[in-house]
């Protein structure tokens, strides 16, 4: 996939570092009422990880013993950031994987992906280490899994109505409020949810 790219699809900008928005008609459960930031868009296709969908049962301290990053009698020494550090059900796509999010302030040479304005992807155990001993980045979350769309798949998504787009920021990505990220990331494009229609194509 073609990461950076400046040409345009149907009309608009690839949308790298935007926030894609399920209308209520999305057809496919998988992404009802998500959130998903888009890590990479191209005529290739693109790339995303769902932000407001947590992973069940799964807590980022736990991942760390099972992934072997530390023993589990290091937990008790861990960084009140990790500890709270989000662990989200990124996407149906390699769902046993994890992607980290991430502000800028961390990069690994050959592994981070900078996507737009601060905002960083990286898929090592690295990373992972690093939050561990509290010398990871600022900002933070943990995806299982990815969203993924082939060529021209996500354009013709979106001019079936099945997706809205705004503008990312720090807060839909990282803060706690995952309940509320999917009515902020509508208020953003002055959306109000409560008048969406449940029928795609009649919002």
Not at 29 to 35: A, D, I, K, L, P
Not at 168 to 190: E, N, P, Q
Not at 191 to 201: C, K, R, T, V
Request: glycine share 10%; proline share 4%.
């Amino acid at each position: 996939m073609k990461i950076g790219s400046n040409q345009r699809v149907s009309g608009r900008s690839y949308l790298d570092g935007q926030c894609l928005i399920a209308m209520p008609g999305m057809a496919d459960s998988r992404f009802s009422r998500s959130v998903v930031y888009v890590c990479a868009h191209s005529e290739d296709g693109a790339m995303g990880i769902i932000v407001n969908k947590p992973a069940a049962d799964t807590r980022f301290p736990d991942l760390l013993v099972q992934l072997d990053v530390i023993p589990s009698e290091e937990l008790i020494r861990l960084p009140s950031q990790a500890e709270r550090l989000q662990v989200l059900r990124g996407g149906p796509v390699e769902t046993k994987r994890g992607f980290v999010l991430h502000s800028a302030d961390f990069f690994l040479e050959s592994a981070t992906l900078p996507i737009d304005d601060g905002i960083c992807l990286t898929a090592t155990l690295d990373i992972l280490r690093a939050i561990a001993i509290g010398s990871g980045p600022e900002n933070a979350v943990l995806a299982l899994g990815y969203a993924g769309w082939g060529a021209g798949q996500l354009e013709s998504e979106i001019q079936a109505n099945g997706w809205l787009h705004c503008a990312a920021d720090h807060g839909l990505l990282f803060d706690d409020g995952i309940d509320t990220k999917y009515s902020r990331a509508l208020h953003k494009i002055g959306i109000d949810p409560a008048f969406l229609s449940s029928e795609a194509g009649h919002a």
